[in-house]
């Protein structure tokens, strides 16, 4: 059934300018798979019968159930082109083979980890947007990121089908809605251009959209009907092109081009005229099944159909007859193949974004130039469950040399450090293997600019990593993926039997692999807790965990839980002090809390530990309205020396202060982890120390008394700062019709939440809302809501930002000081919190 | 409970004079500490009256000393502090784990702490009715005394209310011994120390016990109980019934029988307690310590005990087992740990505290670093050595345990799950040869070098790499001795400086009254 060997992939991956890697992303149900289908049926891996129905890349049993994708999904196809389309490509190629390294990936917010793990080893990205629906938030996501990763996007209005069977809207109508559509697409790509990618914004008449419909298999762009009627004009096809686009409209009566409506009914859109109405002529004739009219017709588009397939009626005819006149897998390819860059050309430009070493050693070179001969490269982006339990493919692409069975490289982890040991081992590969269809083929080496899954690697990769030879020591790691949803939900998970934990432990060391953003981790109490992006996720995530890598054994979840921080309102009221256990040295401090702004710009790392001083406080003093001086005694941030906290030296002409530096720096470390309140990470708070007093003797002002005085001390100044709880709030986009926004407001307002944006759709009777809801209320939100609004609206829920709540956790009774009291007896603390006295000392 | 009964005090003197000792070291704890000049007094009346009985009057000769304030545990005999006396042997009062002494000979005055059988019995009965396992009996020390009229009682008890269909689902753990004499078991080796202890032992307990009279099965010794259970049977099968208060040696049975249903009966409340969770969440949060000690670099070992049989063995062991899982390791003798002292090493990622079974767990948030027990220790530095639930908390049951030969080297690396993903382990260090390359002077320097080296390169970030050694940490540390100010290297004047105490200076009084 296969149409193409191993070996034939094998030749085609040599040629560089043949290859296109590129990911299909989009929000969720707007048919990524189901166009998939088409691409992998020309391929011949699939019979064009089933194409649309079959859903190729959604491999798991959960993904076909629910219908929707969990997994980014890799194939490798093989295309040949013939001369007469490959005429206009003004690129490089060598022959007219082609190798598509096609990934398909989840719509689902709670799996944008997929997508960013399928972006960072494709070059290109095929955009679908649901023409009714049209660009959706987690459309705006995924292009954002793929912008930021340098891919290049190529767009296509799908499900036009809908546009015809179901809404029946006419020909200038349903060109304002596809319009709109590609507006707004574009509106979003140029928010996130970059001058080293050029212009990224899609048109038509370019070629850089695509019309489809996955379901039924077919799909056009303007060259499609450009090449037909460029003839027919006798005017050559960029001409054509253009003139189906825009404001371009033709008469037939006069038989004239004009830039606008003459007013006349017989004067079209060229857009209308020439594709909108063809299309629409043959579907309502297969439809009606007016099989006398419809063979003329379709002999005059040069459409031959086999002579079974003339029995077809009703929507299979028109299936059959889309699909033979404007196959999906043509249209898209050519778009693909014209528009999307080769891996040579677009690691010429991505080098920056992927390689953290110097520009200039002989790595960054390799991946410029996309050089087989060069020393390897390969980015591990992801691990894929072997069929061979508890064992995983470690899938990447190769951006540089060969990677090839056998080989030993070197794996250097995402805590690695250049010149230093840590995150580092050397392995040998054992086998290379390239995903075919639904089967995997071993070959003997793979050459950069391809996709590859690695035997033999799992064993010390835990999500991703870069491997390079054994003997390129000097080599820097390619930059760590960013994702853009973070694991805010979790659950504390448990064995049933007290026996099986091994079995646990191996289980959730497993699922950590399986997944780019699942954090399995432990909780100070000894549970083991798995952290996901959403409800969705962690249902997906504790399904695999029993029964796929605990073979079933039984396992207790907890409810979900939310993680907090803690954050202070204001200064300090007073200076507070502790004094070290053996009372010979004071520390005084104070809490306030960060500027705005500033806790986040720590986050996203524009400013940390690691940065040069100078820039730092570059940005502090214009950014922020730091005191130039002041930015330079910033002593550390935390927790994890990374954190949104810091401690800042405001003392004056203290002696032996840097003496005890450290020890105050790891009594931050450890209180800005566990606060005062209940015990969740700090954020947003600045501690000044603002002056000390130490003993004479060494001995007596050592790590001991100073550590954990340097605890207390923050806790006090942090008790005193108006302590407040940070909770983590979801930003969610409802897509709903009118009459459903009752039910949508009711459910918010019930669940705390508030809508900020409400738009209706032009061109449809839907709404677009946007609404902040705590994620600690999310819990059952997509449930409620479908049940209030009678299963119309269907939230996307991804972590936005952490909001202050209002209440005073120190004041009993309120909202903050309950949820103070459950954390701390689910973390088996004392129920009440330690009172400021046992952290303040008086003198 | 008058003094002499309490204090066992004619069994004390017998004791002191069977044995012709002449210079006797009386331990006590704090909390008895009040009563310890009682004791001596009436130790010496004692035996000056056995003496004039006797006729001989040589009880001049006999040197009590009272010790107190123990170094570590006040559970564990301190050998140490009696040796300063050249005491010959202990008397050692109050809560004791038992643990075997090394070198002098002891006797164990558990005190007889007021019970109320009946109730006792009452609620013990109940139990037996509510349960479909047998009752295991086990008993703090200081109730010791009273189990044999709880057993009578319950003899009576049962056979009133349904015959003897219970019969044999009641069991009764007994007293190891109250007398400890190293040379009796010196000789057998260490691993031996155990069982020939309980030989010793068993012939007193044998015939007291009337229900398993005869049956030989596995024996059970914890916190100086012993018991035996008929072949076939396993703890799991039996509920446990503790009489005593929720004290260390509770913890230590509960923790090392966790799969056992545990019910205690408090005899001063006279009530019993059913919930033990809260020493099941111990075992849990003992579980995120062992993973969190398998994340640190440097390990310091704690010298908890300077009398416990067999710590020195220990502690090599410890050593022999860190190093093989390339780490470093410190040992440390400091005493009874406290936060303060710890921090003092903060270099160490973990400590794990050698010491008697019942001060073995110190858990407490105050520590910088977590401190673990020897099994722990085993099963965090022992790659492939999974937690299954059992556990050890004597190191003495250690020494025999398996040890898991880590053959296959090019297993997986290690995952964390403090940080969600496999963690690089170095590469084991060859323990022999290496040891003394670790040892020498050199290699300080060297490794200081190297660092300082490191952070040079890095010298503008706050971030600083994880130590692998004790000098790398120092070299790695912000403030590496006193600031030269070379600019003004003229002699400054004269300051007069702070006076009073260090809880409120003199200043700071004054600071205090003007607010």
């Known amino acids: 059934m296969v149409k193409f060997t191993a070996e034939e992939l094998r030749r085609i991956m040599d040629l560089k300018h043949n290859i296109r890697n590129m990911s299909v992303i989009a929000h969720v149900d707007h048919g990524k798979s189901t166009l998939t289908d088409s691409l992998v049926a020309a391929a011949g891996i699939i019979a064009q019968e089933v194409a649309g129905d079959v859903r190729m890349t959604d491999t798991r049993a959960d993904e076909a159930e629910r219908g929707i994708t969990i997994k980014s999904t890799g194939i490798s196809l093989y295309y040949e082109m013939t001369d007469e389309s490959l005429k206009r490509y003004k ?71 809908r546009c015809f069977l179901e809404l029946q809207v006419d020909g200038e109508e349903a060109y304002q809605t596809f319009q709109r559509v590609i507006e707004n697409a574009n509106v979003i790509m140029a928010t996130y251009e970059d001058p080293l990618l050029g212009d990224v914004q899609v048109y038509p008449e370019k070629g850089t959209v695509a019309f489809s419909a996955g379901l039924h298999g077919w799909a056009f762009t303007l060259t499609n009907f450009a090449k037909m009627y460029a003839s027919k004009f006798g005017v050559d096809e960029s001409k054509m092109m253009e003139r189906l686009w825009g404001e371009n409209f033709f008469d037939p009566a006069t038989k004239k081009w004009t830039t606008k409506g003459t007013g006349s009914a017989s004067c079209k859109r060229g857009f209308v005229q020439f594709c909108y109405e063809p299309i629409k002529q043959i579907i309502n004739t297969c439809m009606n099944d007016q099989k006398d009219k419809l063979w003329p017709m379709l002999q005059k588009l040069g459409v031959t159909m086999k002579s079974d397939e003339k029995d077809l009626n009703g929507k299979a005819l028109m299936k059959r007859v889309m699909q033979t006149w404007l196959p999906a897998s043509s249209a898209l390819l050519e778009m693909m193949i014209f528009h999307l860059p080769s891996p040579s050309t677009a690691q010429r430009y991505r080098v920056e974004n992927l390689y953290e070493g110097p520009m200039d050693d002989i790595y960054a070179n390799a991946i410029r130039n996309c050089d087989p001969e060069g020393p390897l490269m390969l980015y591990v982006s992801k691990m894929i469950p072997a069929s061979d339990k508890g064992r995983f493919f470690a899938f990447g692409r190769v951006f540089a040399g060969k990677v090839s069975t056998g080989m030993k490289v070197r794996i250097m982890g995402p805590n690695f450090v250049p010149g230093q040991k840590k995150d580092l081992y050397v392995k040998s590969v054992q086998r290379t293997v390239i995903w075919m269809g639904k089967k995997q083929e071993s070959v003997e080496d793979v050459p950069c600019g391809n996709t590859v899954a690695l035997v033999g690697l799992d064993q010390f990769i835990t999500k991703n990593a870069t491997l390079t030879n054994e003997k390129e020591t000097d080599a820097h790691p390619i930059r760590a993926m960013k994702f853009s949803v973070s694991p805010v939900v979790r659950v504390a998970v ?105 806790a986040e710009a720590i986050d996203d790392g524009r400013i940390g530990p690691r940065d040069d001083p100078k820039v730092r406080s570059k940005i502090l003093s214009e950014e922020f309205g730091w005191d130039k001086d002041l930015a330079k005694k910033i002593w550390c941030f935390g927790p994890e020396t990374t954190g949104p906290n810091m401690v800042v030296d405001m003392c004056k002409g203290v002696q032996y202060l840097n003496e005890i530096k450290d020890s105050v720096v790891a009594g931050f470390q450890w209180a800005s982890k566990e606060g005062a309140l209940a015990e969740e990470n700090m954020r947003g708070i600045c501690f000044e120390v603002c002056d000390v007093v130490l003993h004479a003797d060494a001995i007596h002002r050592g790590g001991g008394q100073v550590i954990p005085t340097a605890r207390r001390v923050i806790y006090a100044s942090q008790i005193t700062a108006k302590p407040r709880l940070l909770e983590p709030v979801y930003l969610v986009e409802i897509q709903a019709p009118e009459q459903a926004l009752g039910g949508i407001y009711g459910v918010l307002n019930q669940k705390r939440g508030h809508v900020f944006e409400e738009i209706q759709r032009p061109g449809t009777p839907l709404y677009n809302i946007k609404a902040y809801l705590p994620v600690i209320e999310s819990f059952g939100f997509s449930g409620t809501l479908r049940a209030a609004t009678s299963g119309q609206a269907f939230p996307q829920c991804v972590f936005d930002h952490w909001d202050m709540m209002s209440s005073d956790p120190m004041e009993p009774g309120s909202q903050a000081a309950q949820l103070v009291a459950d954390i701390r007896k689910r973390k088996g603390l004392k129920e009440q919190m330690t009172p400021l006295s046992d952290f303040e000392d008086k003198i | 409970m008058d003094l002499a009964s309490n204090y066992d005090i004619a069994h004390t003197a017998d004791f002191i004079r069977s044995r012709n000792f002449t210079r006797v070291a009386l331990q006590f704890p704090d909390e008895l500490l009040k009563d310890s000049t009682k004791v001596v007094s009436a130790l010496r009346d004692e035996l000056r009256r056995e003496s004039d009985v006797e006729g001989k009057g040589d009880f001049r000769d006999i040197g009590f000393f009272v010790m107190a304030d123990t170094m570590y545990g006040s559970c564990c005999v301190d050998e140490v502090g009696a040796s300063h006396v050249d005491a010959e042997c202990v008397v050692h009062y109050g809560h004791t784990c038992l643990s075997p002494t090394s070198t002098l000979p002891a006797l164990f005055v558990f005190g007889k702490a007021s019970i109320c059988v009946e109730d006792c019995v009452t609620s013990l009965s109940g139990c037996l009715l509510n349960s479909e396992k047998p009752i295991l009996v086990l008993f703090g020390l200081e109730y010791a005394h009273a189990m044999q009229s709880t057993k009578e009682a319950m003899v009576v008890e ?332 003229g002699p400054r004047s004269f300051v007069l400086g702070r006076s009073g105490k260090a809880s409120g200076y003199k200043d700071e009084k004054s600071s205090q009254e003007n607010m």
């Not at chain 1, 909780?523 to 798995?530: A, D, F, N, Q």
Request: proline share 3%; glycine share 8%.
């Open chain 1, 91 to 161: 690129g490089e190629r060598h022959g007219n083979e082609y190798l598509i390294n096609l990934i398909d990936s989840p719509g689902h917010v709670d799996f944008s980890s997929e997508v960013t793990a399928a972006l960072r080893i494709t070059d290109g990205a095929l955009v679908v947007v649901d023409c009714v629906e049209g660009v959706c938030v987690q459309t705006e996501t995924v292009l954002r990121q793929a912008l930021g990763e340098r891919i290049r996007p190529v767009l296509t209005v799908n499900k036009m089908d």
């Open chain 1, 494 to 598: 448990q064995c049933k039997v007290a026996s099986d934990l091994p079995k646990l432990v191996e289980g959730l060391k497993r699922l950590a692999k399986s997944d780019p953003m699942v954090v399995c981790t432990i909780e100070e109490s000894g549970e083991h807790i798995i952290a996901g992006a959403g409800e969705l996720h962690l249902e997906i995530c504790l399904k695999d965990l029993q029964d796929d890598f605990m073979g079933g054994a039984e396992i207790i979840q907890s409810d979900p839980v939310v993680s907090f921080r803690e954050t202070v309102l204001e200064k300090s009221c007073r200076t507070v002090m502790s004094k070290s256990p053996n009372k010979h040295n004071r520390l005084y401090m104070e809490a306030r809390p960060l500027e705005e702004g500033l």
């Open chain 2, 158 to 489: 049962s056979s009133s209310l349904c015959g003897s269909i219970y019969k044999n689902a009641i069991r009764y753990a007994d007293v190891l011994c109250s007398v400890m004499d190293p040379k009796e078991y010196r000789g057998t080796s260490d691993t031996q120390l155990q069982s020939s202890h309980c030989l010793n032992a068993n012939r007193d307990c044998a015939h007291c016990d009337q229900m398993n009279s005869g049956v030989v099965g596995t024996s059970y010794t914890i916190g100086g109980l012993m018991w035996n259970l008929p072949e076939g049977h396993k703890m799991e099968d039996y509920m446990l019934f503790w009489i005593g208060s929720d004290n260390a040696a509770f913890a230590n049975v509960v923790l090392t029988y966790n799969r056992c249903d545990t019910v205690r009966y408090d005899p001063m409340e006279n009530r019993l307690v059913k919930d033990v969770s809260h020493i099941k969440k111990i075992i849990m949060r003992r579980y995120y310590l062992v993973e969190k000690a398998k994340d640190a670099n440097i390990v310091g070992i704690l010298v908890g005990t300077l009398g416990v049989a067999g710590y020195l063995h220990m502690i090599h062991q410890m050593k022999e087992l860190i190093m093989g899982a390339g780490k470093k390791v410190y040992t440390l003798v400091m005493g009874r740990p406290n936060p303060a002292k710890l921090a003092n090493f903060p270099e160490c990622g973990v400590f794990i505290y050698v010491s008697c079974a019942q001060t073995a767990l110190l858990d407490s948030k105050e520590f910088l670093a977590p401190v673990i027990t020897p099994f722990e220790a085993f099963l965090a530095f022992s790659r492939g050595r999974q937690w299954t639930g059992e556990y050890v908390m004597e190191f003495r049951d250690l020494i025999a345990y398996p040890s898991l030969q880590v053959s296959d080297k090019l297993e997986e690396a290690r995952f964390s799950f403090l940080q969600g993903g496999y963690i690089e382990d170095l590469e084991p260090q060859e323990s022999g040869k290496d040891v003394d390359e670790n040892e020498r002077s050199l290699n300080l320097v060297e490794a200081t070098e190297k660092s300082v080296q490191l952070r040079e390169k890095y010298t503008h970030s706050l971030v600083k790499g994880e130590a692998r050694t004790g000098a790398e940490f120092f070299a790695a540390r912000s403030y590496r001795g006193l600031d030269i100010q070379s600019e003004d290297s």
